[in-house]
């Protein structure tokens, strides 16, 4: 069974730093390309960043490009996105996704499984 655990989130201050973690379980992830997609209330999902089965491919959203950094731990099952310079416009709940089987590397949203895990809430707010 496929499990997606974020954790990391919090309150923060505009400006200010937070680092996401997911772990997961029940699937090949050296083997799978991974994403964090956020969703804010009443809006649709964003798809902030991607990241290769090895690690050594990433893309970033626009809007996050020079402040996040996603990054991956294979040997503990472990994706990260550190977020740095943080905006108020990035509040929003955190999801990692995992690729569909096969895909070890795809930085559109058809590549990734419907999953989500619980998310993990990020609020920055002075």
């Known amino acids: 069974e496929v499990q997606l655990v974020e954790s990391g989130g919090g309150l923060v201050q505009p400006g200010g730093s937070l680092m996401l973690s997911c772990a997961a379980s029940g699937f090949a992830f050296d083997r799978s390309a991974m994403s964090w997609v956020r969703q804010a209330p009443g809006q649709g999902p964003e798809w902030v960043s991607f990241i290769s089965s090895t690690g050594g491919s990433k893309t970033y959203a626009d809007s996050v490009k020079g402040r996040f950094t996603i990054s991956r731990d294979n040997e503990k099952s472990t994706v990260f996105l550190q977020l740095d310079s943080l905006k108020i416009e990035d509040t929003a709940m955190y999801y990692c996704?995992?690729?569909?089987?096969?895909?070890?590397?795809?930085?559109?949203?058809?590549?990734?499984?419907?999953?989500r895990g619980q998310g993990t809430q990020v609020t920055v707010s002075s």
């Open positions: 996704a995992k690729a569909k089987e096969g895909y070890d590397y795809c930085s559109i949203p058809w590549c990734y499984d419907d999953y």
